[in-house]
């Protein structure tokens, strides 16, 4: 799973990737080594996520309307 932050596969820093940062963005540099990484794009995920991101922003309006 992604989140517990992943090794670089050049050097093995462990980098604060977030699952939000790789939706957002398709690649990241290492800090270390600044090697380029590119993430798979998976637009069946991308599309589950921004979903599951806008129901759960909807969830929060609702909570402070009711609140
Ligand atoms: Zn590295």
Not at 9 to 19: E, F, H, N, V
Not at 49 to 58: G, N
Request: one cysteine or more.
């Amino acid at each position: 799973m992604i989140g517990g932050g992943i090794p670089c596969p050049i050097c093995g820093t462990r980098l604060q990737l977030t699952l939000d940062f790789i939706v957002e963005h398709s690649a990241a540099a290492c800090p270390k080594c600044y090697s380029i990484m590119q993430f798979p794009k998976n637009d069946v995920l991308f599309e589950e996520y921004k979903k599951i991101k806008s129901e759960m922003e909807t969830l929060k309006k609702q909570i402070k309307r009711f609140g």
